[in-house]
């Protein structure tokens, strides 16, 4: 039944947007700039691009490429090209899908600071300053009903669908949080000490290079790229068959890659205006502070030190990042409705609410034990499970699937791909060296 009237993107550019809309995140804004203002700058840049081309480029092409195979949910898409050991496929599918329910626990949590950081000016500026102090200040109640908010807002994206909901909502946010993004950067670089920003950003310092920056650096990738967890694989399941899967590879990995590197162009020189501005960017040791204290301390410190345009600054900021956050949290939601409407026979509307309601209620619980769960559900999921993961699909694609039932995939519609640089290196590519360039930065 799933099988026929499956839901698909209704045109290329709409799945473009939807992908780069699921890569570019919190990831993107925050992770990048921050890791990289404290790896030595444009050492830890240049690391990243070879990461990001060198190993997670051919691994998003994999896992769209299982997807779009499979035109099915990741549980099911996994056992179509594993059929000897449906098991252990079904297994991986059920491990994506957990992980990336609880990548979206945690990052709910943080997108709903971001929606406290966004209206606390407000109705400070309209002089309700209690109910300001209460949305901008740390407190478990605070983060458990923001987070509720993010969370039901993913769900009334998810809940529509495909077409109707994923896709409409990213091709209409993703160009808002372009020209955003671009106008933020064009007033940050105007304004005085953006330039020390830069100048750390760009001049790299390579005494900070090391094993630890590598591994960071892979990390970063796929987070960024959304890989290892079933989302880029629940979303080239919705990919039409003509539809040239290593060119709108590229161009996502393009896209989020820009808006990472555009993303230091921001933050990094908006945190030296800050320090111009008087606020305090650095702790005891001499170091940056925390990431989490630069985006919701310094940079809102800073936008108050520049009055109204500085408000209306810090709104658009932050309407930018929730927008961001959501684009991405919808293509988090949407691996295990996708598994419950498929291999459970369920209505969608159904679904959406009740794992989205489990969800909810793990992030609550991670809100309630905030000092011990909250960073250890990060590093299990993104330093643990997404490289993992990523490694066991591109052994998969490489040594089960066999090569041309991969390559046939990938070709439909496109023959002429055979002739192309491309045919001739990825299977070799993802079968030998993606496995092992990440067991050697593993073990590094
Ligand atoms: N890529 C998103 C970001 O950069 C996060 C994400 C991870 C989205 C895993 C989906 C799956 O913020």
């Known amino acids: 039944m799933a099988g026929q009237s499956r ?43 070879v990461m990001v081309f060198a190993l997670a480029y051919p691994l998003l092409v994999a896992e769209l490429t299982i997807g779009r195979y499979g035109s099915a949910n990741p549980i099911k898409s996994l056992r179509s090209i594993w059929p000897q050991q449906k098991k252990v496929a079904s297994l991986l599918g059920l491990a994506g899908m957990v992980a990336v329910s609880m990548i979206l626990s945690f990052y709910a949590i943080v997108a709903g600071w971001l929606l406290g950081s966004l209206v606390g000016p407000v109705l400070d500026a309209v002089g309700m300053t209690t109910a300001a102090a209460w949305l901008e200040s740390f407190s478990t109640a605070r983060n458990l009903i923001l987070m509720i908010i993010f969370m039901v807002l993913t769900i009334c994206v998810v809940r529509n669908g495909v077409a109707d909901g994923i896709e409409r909502w990213s091709t209409r946010l993703m160009p808002v949080l372009l020209v955003l993004f671009l106008l933020m950067v064009v007033y940050i670089l105007t304004q005085d000490g953006a330039m020390d920003g830069l100048k750390m950003y760009l001049v790299p310092d390579f005494s900070h290079f090391s094993a630890d920056l590598v591994v960071s650096a892979m990390g970063q990738a796929f987070f960024s790229l959304s890989l290892g967890v079933c989302s880029m694989m629940v979303y080239g399941s919705y990919i039409q068959k003509n539809v040239n899967l290593p060119k709108v590879a590229a161009q996502v990995a393009l896209l989020d890659t820009a808006v990472a590197f555009i993303a230091g162009l921001l933050i990094l020189p908006a945190m030296f205006v800050a320090l111009n501005n008087g606020v305090e960017i650095y702790n005891e040791t001499g170091g ?4 989490d204290t630069l985006v919701f301390s310094v940079l809102p410190a800073m936008f108050d030190t520049m009055g109204a345009v500085g408000l209306l600054v810090g709104i658009l900021f932050f309407i930018l990042m929730v927008i961001a956050a959501l684009t991405s949290s919808i293509s988090m939601l949407e691996v295990p409705v996708a598994c419950a409407t498929e291999e459970l026979n369920q209505d969608r509307k159904v679904a ?21 769960m909250f960073g250890l559900v990060i590093s299990l999921t993104t330093e643990y499970a997404q490289p993992i993961l990523g490694m066991i699909f591109a052994l998969l694609v490489g040594w089960v699937w066999k090569r041309d039932q991969a390559l046939q995939e990938i070709k439909q519609g496109y023959p002429e791909l055979e002739q192309g640089l491309f045919w001739k290196i990825w299977p070799w590519y993802v079968r030998v060296v993606c496995p092992l360039l990440m067991l050697l930065v593993f073990f590094a």
């Open 352 to 372: 959406v609410w009740w794992i989205g309601g489990v969800i909810t209620l793990f992030s609550a619980i991670i809100v309630f034990n905030f000092g011990e």
């Open 288 to 291: 940056l502070l925390s990431s």
């Open 7 to 49: 839901a698909q993107f209704s045109s290329r550019i709409g799945f473009i947007l939807a992908a780069a809309g699921s890569a570019v995140g919190l990831g993107n804004i925050w992770g990048f700039p921050t890791q990289a203002a404290s790896n030595g700058g444009a050492v830890f840049l240049f690391v990243y691009l």
